[in-house]
C-alpha cells in the first residue's frame, strides 16, 4: 500500500514564501514523476508543476519565477518551495506520484489529500 502525504501548508502574507512537501510512504519501488496541483474551491484542478524521475522540471507560467519543484528521492519525498505569495495562490494544494509499487508492476497515480494554503494579509 501506497501512501502520499503533504504537509507544510498554512496561513501567511502576501509576498511570504513557504515550502510544502509530499512525502511517499508503503511499498515503494520506484517513483516516476511527480507532480504539484492546485484547486480553488469550484474551480478546475490546475497543475502547478511537475518533475520527473531524472529531475526535469516545468512550473506553470503562473508561478515561473515564484515557485521551485525538487525532490529528495533518498527520502521519497518532493517539494514546492514557494515565494513571493500572492493571494491568487491561496489554494489547497495537492500532490500527484506516479509510483510502481514493485519493480514488475504497473505504474499507478497516487495522490494526497491535499495541503491548505492561504495568503492574506
Known amino acids: 500500500q501506497v501512501q502520499l502525504v503533504e504537509s507544510g501548508g498554512g496561513l501567511v502574507q502576501p509576498g511570504g514564501s513557504l515550502r510544502l512537501s509530499c512525502a511517499a510512504s508503503g511499498t515503494i519501488a520506484r517513483v516516476n514523476d511527480m507532480y504539484w496541483y492546485r484547486q480553488i474551491p469550484g474551480k478546475e484542478r490546475d497543475l502547478v508543476a511537475s518533475i520527473t524521475r531524472d529531475g526535469d522540471t516545468i512550473t506553470a507560467d503562473s508561478v515561473k519565477g515564484r515557485f521551485t519543484i525538487s525532490r529528495d528521492d533518498a527520502r521519497n519525498t518532493m517539494y514546492l518551495q514557494m515565494s513571493s505569495l500572492k493571494p491568487e495562490d491561496t489554494a489547497v494544494y495537492f500532490c500527484?506520484?506516479?509510483?510502481?509499487?514493485?519493480?514488475?508492476?504497473?505504474?499507478?497515480?497516487?495522490w494526497g489529500q491535499g495541503t491548505q494554503v492561504i495568503v492574506s494579509s
Open positions: 500527484k506520484a506516479v509510483i510502481k509499487w514493485a519493480y514488475w508492476a504497473r505504474p499507478e497515480d497516487y
